[in-house]
């Protein structure tokens, strides 16, 4: 560890140790990966004192086994970032929760950043492309809160996964360009809480999360239900106030809606949509 550290130093700053410990890609005990841990940090620190140590990124939020790593020893002073890997199941709620507790962990460890390095699905066509706005959106209620990385797994097409954004040749797949619109709309934005909704699904099964940025609000609003959903498209009506909007479907199309005072009334399924707020 000490020798790598010490090539790349002041060219690679940031070193995971270790890959999904609490699964068969370790296969030692956590009483094991500890002493790991505890060596790995010494020799990296000593190696390059600027080096960003990052325990190893844990298959799910892995909760138990961070927790049993940094009950004995000086584990929890032997990184600087929690890591962890997690391709959630949907409807959102219980992603929401394993973020909100993986920052509240983070912090009895010593106030430490949650970076989540890999998420994705392998799928094909809005199947992934909802995936990963929903996935992203729901990440960004926990920016500056403790979480602000979400790294997407991966770029390119794998045939064993399907999980890139883009094909082995280069060309994009759709949920580059949702990737795409959700970063254009979203950059540097801050969660301002849910809009209020009307009629559409059941109470409960509709997300419409606000965010505020730089030159509008953005509300994203989708379906909460298992993916993917086949159900018809119905409508819902969104409490947006009198200021001028524009919305956008889930790769950044221009899309109708019909306002109504305050409110407007928009497509809603398990493809987010946006609705864009400018400010005046």
């Known amino acids: 560890m000490g020798k790598t550290v010490k090539h790349f130093a002041g060219r690679i700053k940031y070193w995971g140790i270790w890959n999904k410990p609490n699964i068969g890609f370790f296969m030692g005990t956590a009483d094991r990966y500890r002493e790991v841990l505890e060596a790995a940090h010494a020799a990296a620190k000593e190696a390059d004192p600027n080096c960003v140590v990052l325990f190893g990124g844990t298959a799910g939020f892995g909760f138990d086994f ?11 002073k032997c990184f600087d970032i929690l890591n962890v890997h997690d391709y959630p199941p ?20 010593g106030k430490k950043e949650v970076w989540v390095t890999e998420t994705g699905r392998g799928a094909f066509g809005d199947q992934q492309a909802a995936f990963l ?24 097409y794998d045939p064993r996964e399907a999980m890139g954004l883009l094909f082995e040749n280069g060309r994009r797949r759709r949920s580059f360009y949702a990737y795409k619109t959700l970063t254009h709309l979203l950059e540097g934005a801050r969660w301002a809480g849910t809009a209020r909704t009307r009629g559409g699904p059941a109470k409960g099964r509709v997300f419409a999360l606000r965010y505020r940025t730089r030159n509008s609000t953005v509300i994203a ?3 909460n239900t298992t993916l993917p959903f086949f159900g018809e498209e119905e409508k819902v009506k969104v409490r947006v106030g009198r200021r001028p909007l524009s919305a956008v479907d889930l790769y950044g199309n221009e899309i109708s809606v019909t306002r109504d005072g305050r409110w407007v009334e928009i497509p809603c399924s398990w493809r987010p949509v946006y609705l864009v707020l400018r400010r005046r």
């Open 66 to 76: 961070i927790e049993e790593v940094c009950s004995k020893g000086n584990a929890r």
């Open 90 to 109: 949907f409807p959102e709620g219980n992603y929401y929760l394993e973020l909100r507790n993986a920052t509240r962990l983070a912090r009895r460890l």
């Open 221 to 223: 609003v989708w379906r």
């Open 133 to 156: 706005a929903r996935a992203f959106i729901i990440s960004l209620i926990f920016r500056n809160k403790g979480i602000n990385r979400v790294f997407w797994y991966q770029m390119f």
